[in-house]
């Protein structure tokens, strides 16, 4: 009797979960995504970042952020570079309706920032989080987003990019 009810509870919850996916749109999406940081003092930050979702309602989305930051400085004697990654749990929440044309949303992530400072092969590793806004039509995706990287300099980065699939049904 035991089995029985632990296999009906299995069955039941792995039928819930195929069923909670977005009704109007593809339930997989990856953004594909650049963007700049334009507060650093003196330098400038190129980021890149790729983030695969996975769309449980039309409302929220869970990914994972894969995001390559380079900052380039300059001095009258030096020119430096920092290196930052992150790999990042994320949720991205749908503030307007689906059937909107301009999509806004606020999402947060959180998990390890690395970097490597001033041309030095050490790379040193922290749990740091983000919090974001941004909206989506069509096939574009923008967002604005504070890094605190749990080391020595955290970013703001105004991103922009594409994403594929994800689609409206």
């Known amino acids: ?17 195929v069923r909670a996916q977005s009704t109007s749109f593809q ?8 963007g700049l940081d334009f507060i650093s ?3 400038g930050t190129f980021i ?8 449980f309602a039309d409302a929220f989305a869970l990914g994972l952020r894969f995001q390559q930051a ?10 430096g570079f920092d290196n930052y990654a ?5 949720g991205d929440y749908y503030v307007t309706d689906p059937k909107q044309k301009f999509m806004i949303f606020i999402g947060a992530g959180a998990g390890a920032f690395e970097e490597q400072l001033n041309n030095s092969d050490t790379e040193i590793a922290h749990f740091g989080y983000f919090p ?16 605190v990287t749990g080391g020595t300099k955290n970013y703001f980065a105004i991103n922009a990019g594409i994403f594929f699939w994800g689609k409206r049904k």
Do not use: W
């Open 132 to 147: 974001r806004v941004g909206l989506e039509t069509g096939r574009f995706r923008a967002s604005l987003e504070y890094n």
């Open 27 to 34: 339930p997989f999406k990856l953004d594909v995504t650049g």
């Open 48 to 55: 890149l970042t790729a983030e695969p979702h996975y769309r």
């Open 86 to 90: 992150s790999q990042c749990l994320s």
């Open 41 to 43: 003092n003196g330098s």
């Open 70 to 79: 380079i900052n380039l400085s300059a001095t009258k004697n030096n020119v």
């Open 1 to 17: 009797m035991k089995k029985l009810l632990i296999i009906l509870t299995v069955l039941i919850g792995l039928h819930a979960g």
